[in-house]
């Protein structure tokens, strides 16, 4: 990603600690979408986006860790530590934090994925200073106490049996699996149930100490907030907690990773007694930092992401052989994937998945028209626009694009981009794509035929 502007200032601290450095990376208009980038000696990045027109604000913590930097011992281990770090630190206890933002009214939760981990908290402006300083205790101060991780692991494994009992979720891990194999990428996030207990409260404090470092840590804040207020306040925070002693730290670097995707054609099946059968056919997609992304997005988006898009019209409206199906995209540092979804009944599976088969073929060999292309451009840049209506989906893309990219992209920049995207790229990334051999996956009460006939339908 590449940012418009990008303005460097020095300022220098009246109380003689280290000098910050302050960047204009968005010049936004009349200082409205302004977004700010301010570099602490300890490493830790804050980045701010303006918009003085709403009453909100939402702060969140990105920490540059997720479930594909564990081992396999400690699958999990990522997502146990986020539970935690809402259970207490030497400031308060698990119900000081969440009372403090239910007096005022604010949400505050987070969230764990295959290459970071976020937390945040959605306030009014005026309550903006408490929520920044709920959220930095509780990613400097936690304290992780043994009896907090017994407790915790009771949640965990209950939220992994509800994930277990939404088959339409399973397919999705089990898909990731089949795609990657017995790799960091194709572990569950949550972990398993005998990962999650067999972890320590050793193993995750140390974890914590690893991952947790300011240099691994973007701070992002949006809405009508003053970035040089927000720096000062997360300064201050972070260094009552001692968390800013390194004055030559540096950040680390957007991820790069090794590419671990398995071979084609790969079938995972898992038998299961319910109403529908849950299916995934993919294949390798493109890497977050693939330049190809958008004309991606934009065959994604013609291919499965709407109701006029093909697959919905040709297993649903015309058929009726589906409810949901969809196609996705999913990039990581060095690598992705393409899925198409379907949920049917068990014995349509053979049929839903042929008209699938099919389309894909037909788009990687004849393309799609200008027209379906130039809907699906239309369609890609309303529902970019309009995902960034509040403060929070602002918060997160600008914390998630210096995590991942290190920069920054305007909404107008992003609407050029789609704009941009030809015929001729689609067309060209739909071969390069939709060409490769599939995967699937599986879950529903299958019988033997069939999943032998499951088997043969990549071959």
């Not at 949006?222 to 390194?246: I, M, S």
């Not at 107008?412 to 790229?425: C, G, K, Y």
């Not at 689609?426 to 069939?450: F, H, M, T, Y």
Request: hydrophobic share 40%; glycine share 10%; net charge negative.
């Amino acid at each position: 990603m590449t940012s418009r502007s990008s303005r460097a200032t020095a300022r220098p601290s009246s109380e003689g600690r280290a000098v910050a450095r302050t960047q204009t990376l968005l010049p936004g208009r009349d200082g409205i979408g302004t977004v700010r980038r301010t570099t602490l000696p300890g490493g830790l990045r804050i980045v701010t986006e303006t918009l003085p027109s709403v009453r909100s604000a939402t702060f969140g913590i990105w920490a540059h860790v997720g479930s594909r930097d564990e081992t396999p011992s400690l699958n999990g281990a990522t997502h146990y530590l986020e539970h935690l770090l809402f259970k207490g630190t030497h400031k308060r206890s698990a119900l000081d934090i969440s009372a403090a933002i239910d007096a005022v009214g604010g949400e505050m939760n987070a969230f764990t994925a295959k290459e970071y981990t976020c937390y945040y908290a959605r306030v009014l402006d005026t309550d903006l200073p408490l929520a920044i300083d709920v959220v930095c205790d509780m990613l400097t101060g936690s304290l992780i106490l043994d009896e907090d991780v017994d407790a915790e692991r009771g949640v965990i494994l209950e939220e992994i049996a509800m994930t277990e009992d939404d088959p339409g979720d399973v397919v999705h891990e089990l898909f990731a699996q089949t795609m990657f194999g017995d790799t960091p990428l194709g572990r569950p996030v949550l972990g398993t149930v005998d990962t999650v207990n067999a972890l320590t409260r050793g193993q995750i404090a140390r974890f914590y100490k690893k991952h947790y470092d300011p240099t691994h840590l973007v701070v992002a804040a949006a809405g009508n907030v003053d970035h040089a207020t927000v720096v000062r306040q997360v300064r201050r925070a972070f260094e009552k907690a001692g968390a800013l002693t390194r004055t030559d730290a540096v950040p680390v670097a957007p991820r790069d990773g090794l590419r671990t995707l398995r071979a084609a054609g790969r079938v995972e099946l898992l038998n299961r007694k319910t109403e529908q059968a849950h299916v995934v056919l993919g294949m390798p997609g493109l890497a977050r930092t693939d330049e190809r992304r958008w004309a991606l997005g934009v065959l994604n988006t013609a291919l499965g992401g709407g109701m006029s898009s093909r697959l919905f019209q040709e297993v649903r409206e015309k058929r009726g052989l589906a409810y949901s199906v969809y196609s996705y995209t999913s990039g990581f540092a060095d690598c992705g994937l393409f899925g198409v979804y379907a949920g049917c009944r068990p014995g349509q599976v053979h049929d839903v998945l042929k008209i699938c088969r099919d389309e894909l073929h037909k788009v990687a060999s004849d393309g799609l028209t200008d027209d379906e292309i130039a809907r699906a451009v239309g369609q890609l840049s309303g529902s970019t626009v309009l995902g960034l209506e509040d403060t929070g989906a602002l918060m997160n893309r600008i914390g998630k694009s210096e995590l991942c990219w290190g920069t920054q992209m305007s909404v107008d920049d992003m609407l050029d981009r789609i704009a941009a995207v030809t015929p001729d790229e689609v067309r060209e990334v739909a071969r390069d794509v939709l060409d490769q051999r599939p995967s699937l996956s599986v879950i529903g009460p299958l019988k033997d035929k069939q999943a032998d006939r499951l088997h043969q339908a990549v071959s």
